[in-house]
């Protein structure tokens, strides 16, 4: 089916709107962060004495080693345990389909129509309960259990298209169930794993609802929770605020640029597959 040139320059004008809609804040509050500290630019409005300053004052202000150490550890905390529960979890439901796994199946399904500020007070008192109020327990926890429905659903997807062959050609040489998920069907599933991973990270990192509800140390919270503090301090100067902004986005989209391709991916592979 070959597409006409109207529809192609359609198709392209309506990307080039979409992207400068998502660009063009991203250059505005840049620009913003140039000003001079206690001014209000106007609009998209380039400075005559760019004050780089605002960044180097932001960092200290904000207090960013340690705001980049806890993210870090948050995200290594997370990731790879939501990593590896989601992958078993999806194999014996995708792929061993073991008894009772369409009501598993159904279970996480419903998980995912659980939004964050619907449980985000339960997890308050539970928490606070637990002891693990205002640590960083408090928000590896909850999100290695709230990225589990739609993590077990994405490695369900990939598993459920195996060729059942493998399996049983396996079996026929004596491997046992860990074998046949551990030394042949783990490595087959590197691509989904990987672009779950990354996905995750980003997710992680830029968490800002949990990390601001239970945790009130600044310094325990991931770089975007970090920002409500940051912007209680400092929300009448708004070019010290958009430089903390800037700062805080700026690892996000240093890792989508380097593995854009990956993220990509994992998306297409979302939408075609299950």
């Excluded at 992207?19 to 991203?26: D, K, R, S």
């Excluded at 999806?90 to 199946?105: D, M, Q, Y």
């Excluded at 500020?117 to 327990?137: A, Q, S």
């Amino acid at each position: 089916m070959r597409i006409s040139r109207a529809e192609l320059w359609a198709g392209r004008s309506l990307l080039f709107g979409l992207m400068a809609i998502t660009i063009l804040p991203f250059i505005s509050i840049f620009m913003t962060a140039l000003h001079p500290s206690g001014t209000v630019p106007r609009g998209l409005e380039w400075p005559d004495d760019p004050q780089w300053g605002n960044f180097v004052e932001a960092f200290k202000v904000a207090e960013m080693p340690a705001l980049l150490a806890s993210s870090t550890f948050i995200v290594l905390a997370v990731v790879p345990v939501a990593l590896a529960i989601s992958t078993m979890a999806g194999f014996a439901i995708g792929h061993l389909r073991i008894p009772g796994s369409r009501a598993l199946l159904f279970l996480f399904v419903f998980g995912l129509t659980l939004p964050f500020t619907g449980i985000i007070v339960p997890l308050y008192y539970l928490e606070r309960d637990m002891g693990i109020y205002n640590t960083r327990l408090a928000i590896v926890l909850p999100l290695i259990g709230l990225y589990m429905p739609f993590a077990v659903f994405w490695m369900r997807a990939h598993f459920v298209n195996m060729p059942a062959e493998i399996s049983e050609a396996a079996r026929v040489d004596g491997v046992s169930t860990w074998g046949l998920f551990w030394r042949i069907h783990l490595p087959l599933a590197r691509a989904p794993i990987s672009s779950l991973g990354i996905l995750m990270s980003v997710w992680t990192w830029n968490q800002f609802l949990i990390a601001l509800v239970l945790v009130e140390d600044p310094t325990q919270r991931t770089m975007a929770g970090a920002l409500g503090a940051f912007q209680g301090h400092y929300a009448t100067d708004i070019p010290l605020l958009c430089a903390g902004t800037v700062i805080i986005v700026l690892p996000t989209l240093v890792l989508f640029v380097l593995f854009q391709r990956q993220i990509i991916a994992a998306l297409l592979q979302g939408s075609v597959k299950g």
